[in-house]
């Protein structure tokens, strides 16, 4: 399939490291936070509490669905005013949180796949979640990262897509979105003018989904990012080259 990609837009969960298990470990350390510095609010809402309560104040706020950060600071302070707690630790609650939101463990061909990509092309991240980039050490390989939050709307709004082929000064018929959900990176950068790679990484099981949609399919299909990589290296200078000069 011969198209000029001049960029790539990089989704983050569960494209270059599992969110999973970042989620588990985030309910974990703030239930045992909450033990620590307000055990009346642990008491009334251990994990699956406040799990429902973050399903609920979402439900409440539908304006700010995009703005993950913004509801997890409304269910810690909804969970310790409702239990009696001290209102005023939100902020702490919520920087325990934000710490184990970003310690993340990359799947193990991702960075050197990364390293390999930005080598060649300018990489903006773009993410419906509140990764940072910077405190977990990966921005050096990014020329940009636009999240949902400091957008105003999420994938696979159209413009979150071309807000981010705007920071990449690139045409979004030469940026490549690389994502791993085909409704959100796939189907949004599809129809917002990108070309669109769908990463399809085995489950556990050693299965892998089935494309859902008839209407429309991604450009390029791989299982890692290495096989990305790959292919950007073996495509002809034409299809694959940088925007920027080797020394920006």
Same mark, same amino acid.
């Given at each position: 399939?011969? /198209? ?8 983050? *969960? ?16 703030? *239930?045992? #936070? ?29 304006? =700010?669905?995009? *703005?993950?950060? @913004?509801? !997890?600071? =409304? ?8 239990? %009696?707690? $001290? ?7 919520? &920087?325990? /949180?934000?710490? &184990? ?11 050197? @796949? ?16 509140? @990764? *940072?980039?910077? !405190? ?5 390989? /990014? ?32 940026? =490549?979105?690389?994502? $791993? ?6 189907? %949004? ?12 990484? +085995? %489950?556990?099981? %050693?299965? !892998?989904?089935? #494309? ?9 299909? /791989? $299982?890692?990012?290495? +096989?990305?990589?790959? #292919?950007? &290296? ?15």
């Amino acid at each position: 399939m011969a /198209f000029a990609v001049r960029a790539i837009t990089l989704d983050l *969960d569960d494209t270059v490291w599992p969110f999973a298990p970042i989620g588990a470990r985030i309910e974990r350390v703030l *239930d045992d #936070w909450m033990r620590r510095h307000s055990p009346a609010t642990a008491d009334m809402f251990p994990i699956e509490a406040m799990r429902a309560l973050r399903e609920r104040v979402a439900g409440e706020h539908p304006a =700010l669905a995009h *703005d993950m950060s @913004a509801l !997890r600071r =409304l269910t810690l302070e909804a969970a310790l005013r409702e239990s %009696g707690g $001290d209102v005023a630790l939100a902020e702490a609650a919520y &920087e325990a /949180f934000f710490a &184990e939101r970003n310690r993340v463990e990359c799947y193990p061909d991702a960075i050197d @796949a990364l390293e390999r990509i930005s080598a060649r092309l300018p990489i903006a991240a773009l993410s419906n979640g509140n @990764a *940072d980039l910077a !405190r977990i050490g990966l921005d050096h390989l /990014f020329t940009a990262q636009l999240s949902a939050c400091s957008f105003g709307s999420a994938k696979p709004d159209p413009a979150i897509f071309l807000e981010a082929c705007r920071l990449l000064e690139t045409p979004p018929q030469q940026v =490549l979105h690389v994502g $791993d959900h085909p409704d959100a990176d796939v189907a %949004g950068a599809a129809r917002a003018g990108l070309r669109s790679c769908w990463i399809n990484r +085995a %489950g556990d099981d %050693g299965s !892998r989904a089935r #494309w859902p949609h008839a209407d429309i399919e991604p450009d390029l299909h /791989f $299982d890692s990012l290495a +096989a990305l990589a790959d #292919w950007l &290296e073996a495509a002809p200078p034409a299809l694959a080259a940088r925007t920027r000069s080797p020394h920006a």
